[in-house]
């Protein structure tokens, strides 16, 4: 949660520097507005909530959404609740008026330094230009079913994914097909947008590029730290690095 915290406050800012950066009680807001709704993001920080707290926070974060003009995530990592606030986490959010949109994990690993990746059909450009972010935005937002521009609402333009995110393009045959970032956050690496064309899915492909990502970022600050957020379909790929699970988490969005 704290590393999300720090990475969505400099990518919010960076698309926005009047995007809404606040800490709340039990309620971090970063929310920058724009048609990427990854970059919309509230979640909770109270650590061992109960029920009667959970079901408070959930109301104001849910007050909050309304409160935008553009949609975003409400985020949920399920070990800061107590055994009874977890049980009761998806009837709570219904009652808030948040619909669950789907789950993921939240994982780490003391990994670094990693050797430098490779694979049969890639090769790898970190991200530099304008037009490699426009790939990278592409990449994602067909990745999760967005609308290109709202993908590039995210990214083209950004000082500091072309600076200070290890961010990398993997090419097949000289075309944009897999993508992953890594940023240093107190710390840590932590891998941030890995996306992969669905027509070339189940290839090692995003695999292949986050190492890549992860031993640039590496080699350039010397942890040896990194953490990540994965989506329920992509868990599968991080242990092969040497990521370890640690907590459940959910994405919530406005009902209806």
């Known amino acids: 949660m704290e590393q999300l915290a720090t990475v969505w406050r400099r990518m919010a800012l960076d698309r926005d520097p009047d995007a809404d950066v606040r800490d709340l009680p039990g309620i971090a807001v970063r929310w920058a507005d724009c048609r990427f709704a990854f970059w919309n993001c509230v979640t909770l920080t109270d650590a061992g909530a109960d029920g009667s707290l959970l079901a408070e926070r959930l109301g104001r ?14 985020w949920v990592f399920e070990d800061l609740l107590d055994a009874g606030a977890r049980t009761g986490l998806m009837e709570a959010a219904g009652r808030a008026g948040l619909a669950h949109a789907f789950s993921g994990t939240g994982m780490a690993g003391d990994l670094l330094p990693l050797p430098d990746p490779s694979h049969p059909d890639l090769t790898f450009v970190r991200v530099r230009t304008d037009a490699h972010l426009q790939a990278y935005a592409d990449l994602n937002a067909r990745a999760y079913g967005m609308p290109l521009e709202d993908g590039r609402d995210g990214l083209v333009g950004s000082a500091l994914w072309k600076k ?30 890995v996306a992969t064309d669905p027509r070339w899915e189940r290839r090692g492909y995003g695999e292949a590029v986050t190492r ?11 942890l040896t ?10 868990a599968p790929v991080y242990p092969r690095i040497g990521f ?5 988490l959910h994405f919530f969005t406005l009902a209806g």
Not at 212 to 222: C, F, V
């Open 61 to 74: 974060a849910a007050a909050l959404m309304r409160s935008k003009r553009r949609p975003g995530f409400l």
């Open 164 to 193: 200070e995110v290890h961010a990398y393009l993997g090419l097949r045959d000289g075309v944009p097909v897999t993508c992953a970032g890594a940023v240093e956050a107190d710390g840590r690496l932590f891998v941030v947008l």
């Open 212 to 222: 890549k990502a992860l031993h640039e970022g590496g080699r350039a600050t010397g």
């Open 244 to 248: 370890e699970p640690n907590s459940p």
């Open 225 to 234: 730290r990194a953490t990540l957020h994965a989506t329920a379909a992509g």
